[in-house]
């Protein structure tokens, strides 16, 4: 059974700190991880990675891939309150969308 | 963009009863989702569509029935609901108009609860 585990589920930080959030997965025939975004309401997407090792970045959030440890991470540098969210992390398999598999999320919390 | 307007957004009802959420997108993508959020299991996915008339059921279906009579609507129907399906409901698009990649565009949520 495809599996998502995020770490840590909750984390409160001053503005300004950085931060990295963790997505460990198991999934049969990876097609791509994605990360979202879910502030008061609807998730928003952040990036799709899909080869190890290549950095995607946007701003002051970076995120990576290792297929070999099956994990991922999200960088935050000099956070701001307006990070605070709930950020979600999902796998997709080759079966496509349909088998979208989401993690518990990690609740975000940038204190002024 | 892709717009998507859920209704209702909020809406209170009792044990029994039947429900209809109804999701309606602008821009003709062929793939639609349904997803219900609960505290400690994230997103998970109840039924979604391909195509008019062709839909099929995701994780969590028990309980739960679809329809797609027009590409832009994508109608969730609880039978007769229960307390269990308390819960926010999302509705989603591929952002790809013909693909269903995991890049998903999501509504804003109707918010569901069943006394």
């Known amino acids: 059974e495809d599996k998502v585990v995020q770490s840590p589920l909750s984390l409160v930080v001053h503005e300004g700190d950085t931060v990295t959030l963790n997505c460990s997965y198991e999934v049969t025939n990876f097609r791509s991880l994605l990360w979202y975004k879910q502030e008061k309401k609807a998730p928003t997407f952040l990036f799709m990675l899909?080869?190890?090792?290549i950095e995607k970045k946007s701003g002051r959030l970076s995120s990576i891939l290792d297929k070999k440890e099956l994990f991922s991470i999200l960088n935050i540098t000099a956070t701001q309150t307006g990070d605070s969210a709930i950020y979600l992390c999902a796998v997709e398999s080759t079966q496509g969308a349909q088998k979208l598999v989401f993690g518990q999320g990690t609740r975000l919390t940038i204190n002024p | 963009d892709a717009g998507i307007t859920q209704s209702p957004r909020h809406k209170v009802t009792e044990t029994g009863t039947p429900v209809t959420l109804r999701c309606h997108q602008t821009e003709n993508h062929r793939y639609m989702y349904w997803y219900r959020q609960d505290p400690g299991h994230g997103l998970r996915l109840i039924h979604y569509?391909?195509?008019?008339?062709?839909?099929d059921k995701g994780e969590v279906s028990d309980g739960y029935s679809v329809s797609r009579s027009k590409t832009e609507d994508f109608l969730l129907t609880l039978e007769s609901a229960t307390s269990s399906q308390t819960s926010v409901y999302f509705c989603?698009?591929?952002?790809?108009?013909?693909?269903?990649?995991?890049?998903?565009?999501f509504g804003e949520g109707s918010r569901l609860t069943v006394l």
């Open positions: 569509s391909y195509g008019v008339k062709d839909t």
């Open positions: 989603a698009i591929s952002v790809d108009t013909f693909a269903n990649t995991g890049e998903l565009f």
């Open positions: 899909t080869s190890s090792g």
